[in-house]
């Protein structure tokens, strides 16, 4: 059984920063394409960072500079660092699992987490 278990969010104010862990079960996080996607209220999922099972990633440009996603393969885990963080990321971040992943596609992933909740204040 796979499971996406994300941890790591909270509410910080402009220019903070945190770091999302998404801890990952039944599968193996270096033979997938893995992701970060987010979700604000009354807005569609978009996706945030994509990282290839290659190691090619993937950026949305409101990030671009400011996020960094990265994997430990040791501890099966994903990570999002979140860098000079702005009040239009505040959002559910949720992170996903597929044997192929588009960053504009959410749907391309086959897992997802739970989400953890990010609340930048200004």
């Known amino acids: 059984q796979v499971q996406l278990v994300e941890s790591g969010g909270g509410s910080v104010q402009a220019g903070g920063s945190l770091r999302l862990s998404c801890a990952v079960s039944?599968?193996?996080?270096?033979?997938?394409?893995m992701g970060w996607f987010r979700q604000a209220p009354g807005k569609e999922r978009e996706g945030v960072a994509t990282?290839?099972?290659?190691?090619?990633?993937n950026y949305a440009d409101s990030v671009k500079g400011r996020f960094t996603i990265s994997r430990d393969n040791a501890k099966n885990t994903l990570y999002l660092q979140m860098n000079n963080l702005k009040p239009e990321d505040t959002a559910m971040y949720y992170c996903?699992?597929?044997?192929?992943?588009?960053?504009?596609?959410?749907?391309?992933?086959?897992?997802w987490g739970q989400g953890t909740q990010v609340t930048v204040s200004s």
């Open positions: 996903a699992a597929g044997p192929w992943g588009d960053l504009r596609r959410p749907n391309s992933y086959t897992y």
């Open positions: 990282l290839s099972s290659l190691l090619t990633t």
């Open positions: 039944g599968l193996n996080v270096w033979n997938y394409d």
